[in-house]
């Protein structure tokens, strides 16, 4: 899957889970737009089942899914090491 595809996947899906219909920019802090610990269990779920990785625990951190550009560099990092 090419970037631009993965950045827009993750994308649609976060905002089809916040019901969030506005712009959301790769590097905003996720929280100032709804995110909190429910939303990223949900998150975590759909990414793993979307992209066929495992999120280890000790890859739960803030950090982790402050921004979209965090998440995308977690997801393709798992991608790569599943593949």
Do not use: C, H, P, W
């Not at 090419?2 to 929280?31: F, P």
């Not at 625990?57 to 982790?64: A, P, Q, S, V, Y």
């Amino acid at each position: 899957m090419e970037d631009l595809e993965l950045q827009e996947v993750i994308k649609s899906k976060l905002r089809e889970i916040l019901q969030y219909e506005g712009t959301i920019d790769e590097k905003a802090n996720l929280v100032d737009i709804g995110f909190n610990s429910m939303i990223a269990i949900r998150f975590v779920v759909e990414l793993e089942t979307l992209f066929g990785i495992t999120i280890e625990d000790e890859e739960l951190l803030l950090d982790n899914f402050s921004s979209l550009e965090r998440v995308y560099e977690l997801v393709k990092q798992k991608m790569a090491v599943s593949s």
